[in-house]
C-alpha cells in the first residue's frame, strides 16, 4: 500500500462546478500535511497547509481528518486556471523535512 | 529574489556518463532535498540535507551522489548514467522542518 494515495482522475469539470478531492496516508505518526499545485512540465508549487481546524484560502478549502488519516481538498466556483494537478502530501515532524507525495490529481476544468 | 536555481534546465547523456545537476537557494534555508519525477508519478526523495556538511540518503539514492559544503549550495552527482535515471529532477529547500517546500524549476534529464 501506498502511504499517501490520491485518486488520479482525471476529473473534469465545468467552469463554475464545484470539485472535491480526497486523500489518505498511511502513517499516524504524519504531522504535517500540503497540498500543492503542478502545471504541465512546471514545478510543484505550494497551494495551501492543511490543518485539522480546517483551512480556507478564497475558493480553496482543506481539511484534515486525523482519526481517518484523510485529506481533502474542495475548489469552488471553478475557473479555466485552475486545471493543473493537485499533490497531496504529508511530512513527519522531526524527520529532517522529508515529505512524502502522492501521485497527484489531474483537474480539467472546461469552457 | 531568485529562491531556488537549477541548472541546466534540459540535458541529454548518453549512457555511462557523468553530470553534475546544480542547486542554489537564497533563501538562507538549512533544509535541502532531491527529488525525481517520473512521468505520471509522484515525487520520490532521492537525498536531503539538514543543513552544510550533512546529507542523508532518501528513498531512491543508488546511483546519485550529492554534497552540501554551502547553506546555499546542493549539488546532485550522476555517476554512469542509465536509461533508468531519464526522469525530471526537482531541488526544493524549506526553512523549517515540517514547513512547505519551495521547488527549483528542474532539470529535465534524457539518458540514451
Known amino acids: 500500500r501506498k502511504e499517501v494515495e490520491q485518486d488520479p482522475g482525471p476529473f473534469n469539470v465545468p467552469e463554475g462546478a464545484t470539485v472535491a478531492f480526497n486523500c489518505t496516508y498511511s502513517n499516524s505518526a504524519s504531522q504535517s500535511f500540503f497540498w500543492y499545485r503542478q502545471d504541465c512540465r512546471k514545478e510543484p508549487k505550494l497551494l495551501m497547509s492543511v490543518y485539522s481546524s480546517g483551512n480556507e484560502d478564497g475558493r480553496f478549502t482543506a481539511q484534515l481528518n486525523r482519526a481517518s488519516q484523510y485529506i481533502s481538498l474542495l475548489i469552488r466556483d471553478s475557473k479555466l486556471s485552475d486545471s493543473a494537478t493537485y499533490l497531496c502530501?504529508?511530512?513527519?515532524?522531526?524527520?529532517?523535512?522529508?515529505?512524502?507525495f502522492g501521485d497527484g490529481t489531474t483537474l480539467t476544468v472546461k469552457p | 529574489n531568485a529562491g531556488v536555481t537549477q541548472t541546466p534546465k534540459f540535458r541529454i547523456l548518453k549512457i555511462g556518463q557523468s553530470m553534475t545537476l546544480q542547486c542554489a537557494q537564497d533563501?538562507?534555508?538549512?533544509?535541502m532535498y532531491w527529488y525525481r519525477q517520473d512521468p505520471g508519478m509522484g515525487l520520490k526523495l532521492i537525498y536531503y540535507?539538514?543543513?552544510?556538511?550533512?546529507?542523508d540518503k532518501g528513498e531512491v539514492p543508488n546511483g546519485y551522489n550529492v554534497s552540501r559544503s554551502t547553506t546555499e549550495d546542493f549539488p546532485l552527482r550522476l555517476e554512469l548514467a542509465a536509461p533508468s535515471q531519464t526522469s525530471v529532477y526537482f531541488c526544493a529547500s524549506s526553512a523549517l522542518s515540517g514547513d512547505g517546500y519551495t521547488f527549483g524549476s528542474g532539470t529535465r534529464l534524457t539518458v540514451v
Open positions: 540535507s539538514v543543513g552544510a556538511g550533512i546529507t
Open positions: 533563501m538562507n534555508h538549512n533544509y
Open positions: 502530501v504529508v511530512t513527519k515532524n522531526g524527520n529532517a523535512g522529508k515529505s512524502t
